[in-house]
């Protein structure tokens, strides 16, 4: 479990195939701030850009460690396919504070930035989100973007059109230091975002729903 606070920024340095074909993984060597792997053993959970990976090696001393990650996490998830920074949260702990809310680190789906752009001293950040993930979403209520917990300012819902599937746009307010402590600054307008709805809104779902009708959300991983 995580908590949606960012605790540090990575940058992918090298990535390498786990096999020939389409159906093989990846294998990603992540550098890390100084110091950030004095806690962290090999079998860990680390978020990376919200996607919970398991490290598979690790030289705490150059502040490196490695990844590996399936065929289907990196067509269910962006920017894990590519040298870049990354947003990085260490797994929670039981006696941790619970600073943003409950996160699984398992991606629900992918959005795309539609806005952004810096009002006053914060930043407006807009995201196009898929039609399966709209109904989780409520004003005020919480939503993980590339592993950051933010806060739902306002929700539209969108026809679709002949460029865009109906969805829905949320709009989210950065204030500087989640734009400066995380890897959200580098966020443009059509940049793939993973997207992660709030965990007690799946039970919500499951309590209400009848035993007979599936769900419509599937996670990612």
Partial sequence: ?????????????????????????????????????????????IAHNGACMTVTSLDAAASQFTIDISAESLAKTCGLDRPGIINLEKALRANDRLGGHLVSGHVDGIGRVTHFAQIGESWELRIRTPQALAKYLAYKGSITVNGVSLTVNRVADLPG??????????SINLIPHTVQNTALGQLAAGSPVNLEIDLIARYVERMLQDSSTPSTLSSAL
């Avoid at 479990?1 to 060597?29: C, D, E, Q, Y």
């Avoid at 002949?162 to 746009?169: I, V």
């Fill in 1 to 45: 479990m995580f908590t949606g606070i960012i605790t540090g920024m990575g940058r992918i340095v090298a990535i390498h195939s786990l096999g020939s074909s389409s159906n093989h993984g990846k294998r990603l060597t992540i550098q890390a701030p100084p110091g950030y792997l004095d806690d962290v053993g090999l079998g860990d959970s």
């Fill in 161 to 170: 059109d002949t460029e865009n599937e109906p969805g829905c746009e949320v």
